[in-house]
């Protein structure tokens, strides 16, 4: 199963920072493009960013454009979104996936199992 593990969730003011973690622990994820999707209450789930293999690629949705930076460690293992200047309408469970790419590419098309997701809520 590829499975991802996120982290770094928690509670956040307008206008303020978290950094979310993706790690695996039985997954190469270094040999995969990752992928950042979201799902508030009651929506659907959305698509944020994406990172190629090498990180020399990264798309980012028009809602988080300019505010969040996906990023990823592949001696760690590790991918990262930094997010940035916080919105109200930023609060939901963030998910990461390996999604379909390659060393200069990535998209939205996941090719794994979703995992538990990490909650972000951004309120005053």
């Given at each position: 199963?590829?499975q991802?593990?996120e982290?770094?969730?928690?509670?956040?003011q307008p206008?303020?920072?978290l950094r979310?973690?993706?790690?695996?622990?039985?997954?190469?994820?270094e040999?995969?493009?990752?992928a950042?999707?979201?799902q508030?209450?009651?929506?659907?789930?959305?698509s944020?960013?994406?990172?190629?293999?090498?990180?020399s690629?990264?798309?980012?949705?028009?809602?988080?454009?300019?505010?969040?930076?996906i990023?990823?460690?592949?001696a760690?293992?590790?991918?990262y979104?930094?997010?940035?200047?916080?919105?109200?309408?930023?609060?939901?469970t963030?998910?990461c996936i390996?999604?379909?790419?390659?060393a200069?590419?990535c998209t939205?098309?996941?090719r794994?199992?979703?995992?538990?997701?990490t909650?972000?809520?951004?309120?005053s």
């Amino acid at each position: 199963q590829l499975q991802l593990v996120e982290s770094g969730g928690g509670l956040a003011q307008p206008g303020g920072s978290l950094r979310l973690s993706c790690t695996a622990s039985e997954f190469a994820l270094e040999n995969s493009p990752i992928a950042w999707f979201r799902q508030a209450p009651g929506k659907e789930r959305e698509s944020v960013s994406c990172i190629s293999i090498t990180g020399s690629r990264t798309n980012y949705e028009d809602a988080v454009m300019g505010r969040f930076t996906i990023s990823r460690d592949n001696a760690k293992r590790t991918v990262y979104l930094q997010m940035n200047n916080l919105k109200p309408e930023d609060t939901a469970t963030y998910y990461c996936i390996p999604v379909l790419g390659n060393a200069w590419a990535c998209t939205f098309q996941i090719r794994g199992s979703w995992g538990q997701g990490t909650q972000v809520t951004v309120s005053s």
